[in-house]
């Protein structure tokens, strides 16, 4: 019975803040990878399928560092996110259900029963919440390959979120695994749901096609169309465009989507308020800006609730803690006006007991006054000019998991990312972030050391 501990403190604090009428709210949630696999009670080195033979030794109640989400962690997630905000307007749940593990090991039928558990778990647990979902990579066998066309998993996931679409959206996501609605219904908020794992280069499907599944064409209809009718609009999707801040040069959308993803955010920005996307298990923030160089859209990516140190090449020891994520927002006009992350120290709650806590609120933790394009503009200026907001922010990245300091290298990955989602405009930051870099050695160093002395928060 963890369940009421240090949120009360919080939420006495939103209640008491709620002088706004406009005020709304609404969770983020991703990547949870529940590995059925997870067995404390195994006698094996590992203890779940999704560590790849990485031993196991710390292994808890609550998970692995090496391993996706057990159970107990995807329930201790959803209790948490109820007793914190239990009447939210509405759920983003941006995919990546299953386990990290070879196709060998799943297959149609057990990526559709895990999609069904973790589809189970979130409307048992919010029955009266509208979520809005969108596929990730992981929710399809083999991993990836989603088709530019009908089929069984897109149909048969529409059917399991049958409460959740409108039954023109059912229609849309059984051909291309996406969707639009107005937002809960209401005239002027529209939601645009992407399956942007069309654009994800390991996909070989859509290779050579030019406009997968036309959900480009789709989307600029949509926009065009809520643009006639003074409609706010929020982006949802899993795979984002750019690049990963963990890792040089490493991008996920083919070289030609990325960038018709960004002509269709530049000429929809006036309508686009926020873009919400996951795939990383990281804390981060992508900024677009309009050909003249002003702020015109943000992606917030969203941490993972699996703890999972990634095998990708080349990132070092790239986990997490399990983080979730509310946003406040004004519920007239979309405008993001604040976000709110929640995580579990895994290895405390292993240890000691299970526990949920508030990490940090973007306005408190970078001084800024809301969460729009101009005020994200300005968190990311800050985290490329001052040493302990680039701390602050790196720790953040990993949900309090990485606490190393952030060097040159890891500021020139984070900062490039962040600033930079087109490729050219990528390669460009990076070169010109690591030439001004060259100031001397001693100095450097000297002025770093000074700087985090004067971290105080
Ligand atoms: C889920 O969480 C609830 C509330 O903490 C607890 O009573 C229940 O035993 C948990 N179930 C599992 C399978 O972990
Ligand atoms: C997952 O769903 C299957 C039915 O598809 C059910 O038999 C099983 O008990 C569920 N597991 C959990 C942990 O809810
Ligand atoms: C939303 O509107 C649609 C179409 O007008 C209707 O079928 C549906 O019942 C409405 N849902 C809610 C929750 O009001
Ligand atoms: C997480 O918990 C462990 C064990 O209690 C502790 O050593 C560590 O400092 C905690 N991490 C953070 C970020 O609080
Ligand atoms: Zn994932
Ligand atoms: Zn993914």
Not at 92 to 110: K, S
Not at 407 to 434: L, M, P, Q, S, T
């Amino acid at each position: 019975m963890a369940g009421v501990w240090s949120i009360i403190l919080l939420s006495i604090f939103i209640v008491s803040d709620r002088s706004n009428a406009m005020r709304g709210y609404f969770w983020h949630i991703s990547d949870l990878h529940w590995d059925p696999s997870y067995d404390l009670g195994s006698t094996s080195a590992s203890k779940c399928a999704s560590s790849g033979d990485r031993p196991t030794p710390n292994a808890g109640i609550f998970g692995d560092y090496s391993c996706d989400s057990p159970w107990t962690l995807i329930n201790s997630t959803l209790n948490a996110m109820r007793d914190i905000m239990p009447n939210p307007d509405f759920i983003i749940w941006t995919g990546d259900d299953t386990p990290h593990v070879p196709n060998e090991q799943l297959g149609v039928e057990p990526v559709l029963r895990i999609i069904g558990n973790l589809t189970h778990i979130i409307k048992t647990t919010f029955p009266k919440t509208k979520v809005y979902s969108a596929m990730g990579n992981h929710d399809y066998h083999p991993k990836s390959q989603m088709p530019p066309e009908k089929n069984n998993i897109y149909e048969q996931t529409a059917n399991m979120w049958h409460d959740w679409l409108h039954s023109t959206s059912k229609e849309t996501f059984k051909i291309g695994g996406y969707y639009t609605e107005k937002l809960l219904n209401q005239t002027g908020l529209r939601v645009v749901v992407l399956n942007t794992n069309l654009y994800y280069d390991q996909n070989k499907l859509t290779e050579n096609i030019k406009d997968p599944a036309d959900q480009f064409s789709w989307a600029d209809k949509v926009l065009q169309d809520a643009a006639k009718n003074n409609e706010k609009v929020y982006i949802i999707g899993h795979v984002p465009p750019g690049f990963f801040e963990k890792k040089r040069d490493k991008a996920w959308f083919r070289k030609e989507f990325n960038k018709r993803y960004i002509d269709l955010i530049q000429k929809h920005s006036a309508v686009i308020q926020g873009q919400f996307f996951g795939h990383h298990h990281t804390d981060s923030f992508r900024m677009f800006y309009s050909s003249k160089g002003s702020p015109i859209s943000t992606i917030f990516v969203t941490p993972g609730v699996t703890p999972w140190i990634t095998t990708l090449p080349g990132v070092i020891n790239g986990g997490n803690n399990p983080g979730i994520r509310m946003f406040e927002y004004d519920t007239k006009t979309l405008l993001v006006k604040d976000m709110f992350t929640y995580y579990m120290n895994l290895t405390y709650s292993n240890k000691v007991h299970e526990r949920w806590e508030k990490e940090y609120r973007l306005t408190e933790a970078f001084r800024v006054p809301d969460a729009s394009p101009a005020s994200m503009h300005s968190v990311m200026e800050r985290i490329a000019s001052d040493k302990c907001y680039l701390q602050k922010y790196y720790e953040f990245n990993s949900v309090n998991y990485d606490l190393t300091e952030c060097n040159a290298d890891c500021r020139i990955d984070h900062v490039c990312a962040v600033r930079e989602v087109d490729f050219e405009a990528y390669e460009k930051c990076v070169v010109k972030e690591g030439g001004s870099s060259t100031a001397p050695v001693l100095f450097t160093l000297l002025l770093s050391l000074i700087l985090s002395l004067l971290c105080l928060n």
